[in-house]
């Protein structure tokens, strides 16, 4: 009855708008569906981006009336937790759009590769394309260009963030999309790799082979990838009654001099072990450790959560965690197409991993 009530209200809304005014695109553009854009929506129902931004996608806290008006303003009813409208347009362009972290392009990452790779294979598969697109936390404007101008059917999103813009932008537009990793919000589907067991379960290998002073050296808390991993560690740590001494934690490395800062603190604390993030902090501490004549195992063991062809050539051979990242990339790509085919689907898909031992921890 309460649903029903909130209909004949956004109906009546949205009636009463269109007898007081014929709606125009604005000459900043419409959404997919037609949809103004938030700012045009905010500006004439005289609330802020935010709310209408929650108003759409059904987050946070909105008034049922504001939720209605904004509804109304956009042409569909105002009922809770309702899925955004899709492009009604019969017509496909057979694109996809991988989202990509703009400094990202600045790095060379074996693993954003090769999920790129098992994107673009599974993508080939189902006669669509890839296009690539750059977007920052505080800079969104390429794909909010792509989807104004109505060049992709759907998105991926390579890296997931505590705080992502570019899922309200994709919410406003009404695009389907999938994430690579971890998002708070259950409704939206992601592909991931199960990045907390596997952290968890190096920092027990490394207890069980005598290890007792870990040293955790990580990127951003930015990326949920990177506080998974941190938590992972975490758990490790508790799994042996071990308390966690925030003098062996260095987090937030995403520069050299950042992480030669961070090694000399942790090497202060005299660790017997360096557990990093990811490849290139234990690629780049190697050759540091190497530097200052400290000898791994020997003197310092070191070890790395996430393992690639960036780690084949280091003398010792470090011990790393496998993941299959092409086959990740392939899973997220044929989620969004079974999506975007109106198939129902588990929201969640975690892989498996391997701990693979090497000299680097003997």
Excluded: W
Aim: aromatic fraction near 6%; charge should be neutral; proline fraction near 4%.
């Amino acid at each position: 009855m309460l649903e029903e009530k909130h209909n004949q209200f956004a109906r009546l809304f949205a009636k009463k708008l269109r007898k007081k005014r014929r709606v125009q695109p604005m000459a900043t553009g419409q959404g997919r569906d037609g949809r103004p854009p938030i700012e045009e929506i905010a500006q004439a129902l005289g609330i802020s981006k935010t709310t209408v931004s929650r108003a759409l996608s059904g987050k946070g806290r909105v008034s049922e009336e504001t939720r209605a008006k904004v509804f109304a303003y956009v042409g569909r009813p105002g009922v809770e937790g309702s899925a955004p409208v899709r492009r009604q347009d019969p017509g496909a362009t057979h694109n996809l759009s991988l989202v990509i972290p703009k400094h990202f392009m600045q790095l060379d990452l074996p693993f954003l590769r090769k999920c790129m790779g098992g994107v673009c294979t599974m993508a080939a598969q189902r006669g669509y394309d890839l296009l690539l697109c750059y977007v920052s936390d505080t800079d969104t404007v390429q794909l909010e260009r792509q989807l104004a101008s109505h060049k992709v059917d759907g998105v991926i999103l390579s890296r997931t963030m505590s705080d992502d813009p570019s899922i309200d932008l994709l919410q406003q537009y009404g695009v389907p999309f999938v994430a690579i990793g971890r998002i708070e919000n259950d409704d939206i589907p992601q592909a991931d790799n199960d990045q907390l067991g596997a952290a968890s379960e190096m920092t027990r290998v490394l207890f069980q082979m005598g290890a007792r002073r870990i040293a955790y050296l990580g990127g951003s808390g930015t990326y949920t990838v990177n506080a998974d991993r941190l938590r992972g560690y975490l758990r490790g740590l508790a799994e042996f009654g071990v308390a966690a001494d925030q003098a062996l934690i260095r987090t937030g490395i995403e520069s050299d001099e950042q992480r030669t800062d961070a090694l000399e603190a942790v090497l202060e604390q005299h660790p017997d072990c360096l557990l990093c993030c990811d490849d290139r902090i234990a690629f780049d501490l190697m050759h540091e450790l190497r530097n200052r004549h400290i000898r791994v195992p020997e003197q310092l063991r070191l070890a790395s959560l996430y393992d690639s062809e960036l780690l084949a050539g280091v003398t010792p051979a470090i011990s790393a965690v496998q993941f299959d990242a092409e086959r990740l990339g392939s899973t997220a790509c044929r989620m969004l197409l079974d999506v975007m085919a109106g198939k129902d689907i588990p929201l969640r898909q975690v892989q498996g991993y391997q701990v693979i031992l090497r000299e680097s921890t003997k």
